[in-house]
């Protein structure tokens, strides 16, 4: 199932008691359409806001239930803030979260005070220096314990991921005001985009150098890193697999 959602209406994607959550109203959704309850798997468990371009999931279904139309009503139940792009087949034991080889995350920082994205992107009135900010940045590339940057008491077996990109960018739109950030790795501690770009952010600022940044990776210590950021600006970008891609979804702005 290639989907994506706006995550302010749910805390995060995984059902969880007494919380209304992505996994569950799909899969409450399914429930009605087929009659029988369906269990779906992601790709990641977006923390609450955290929104996804795009998210796959994998599911169980008998032949006869996989039609051409079943995304269509998929979308007629789940509520404005998800969409269901396509339900594919794909080979026998294909697992959406340990077959995924890479994940790319982008997060969103505007300059210009607007009423039309400031629930999709984070602003700041100050300009930031990107260049140190990419400077830092680059230092994510040559380590692969990221315990700085992880959710203190989580259940994570280990902290060692392959990041493979780092990198601030302006986003190409009319007003030349947006930047995002974009990084890729194997795989992603819980809260670790956001702190990175906490910490990145307070680079930016001049509340910390380049090697305060990499004392701070080196440490191992999340009270040395920054603030997380609101996860309203952040979005699972991109999810990769050896045997499958997604098609391609048209959007427009800085989506697409």
């Given amino acids: 199932m290639h989907l994506a959602y706006r995550g302010a209406p749910f805390h995060g994607w995984q059902t969880q008691p007494n919380a209304v959550s992505v996994q569950q109203t799909i899969e409450e959704a399914l429930a009605k359409i087929l009659r029988r309850p369906v269990p779906i798997l992601g790709a990641g468990r977006t923390d609450a806001g955290v929104n996804a371009r795009m998210m796959i999931a994998h599911l169980d279904l008998d032949a ?10 998929l979308n007629t139940i789940v509520g404005p803030d998800i969409a269901i792009y396509s339900i594919s087949e794909v080979p026998d034991g294909s697992h959406a979260r340990f077959d995924a080889t890479e994940r790319t995350y ?16 984070w602003f700041s009135p100050r300009i930031l220096n990107y260049e140190l900010m990419n400077e830092a940045a680059a230092y994510l590339l040559e380590v692969d314990d990221f315990t ?11 902290n060692i991921c392959d ?9 190409d739109t009319p007003d030349g005001v947006y930047w995002q950030f974009e990084i890729s790795a194997d795989r992603f501690l ?44 952040l979005y ?9 891609r997604p098609p391609k979804v048209i959007t427009s702005g800085f989506f697409a």
């Fill in 64 to 73: 006869e239930e996989l039609t051409p139309i079943l995304a269509r009503s």
């Fill in 236 to 244: 699972l970008w991109d999810v990769r697999y050896p045997y499958y």
């Fill in 190 to 233: 819980r809260n670790m985009v956001r702190a990175i770009v906490g910490t990145l952010v307070d680079v930016g600022r001049g509340k910390l150098s380049v090697e305060d940044f990499r004392r701070i990776v080196a440490s191992k210590d999340r009270c040395a890193a920054g603030t997380s950021m609101p996860g309203y600006a």
């Fill in 163 to 171: 990041v493979r990109r780092a990198l601030w960018t302006p986003v």
């Fill in 106 to 121: 982008r997060y969103f920082i505007n300059h210009l005070k607007t009423p039309f994205f400031n629930a999709l992107s």
């Fill in 148 to 158: 700085s940057f992880a959710k203190l008491h989580s259940d994570a077996k280990t």
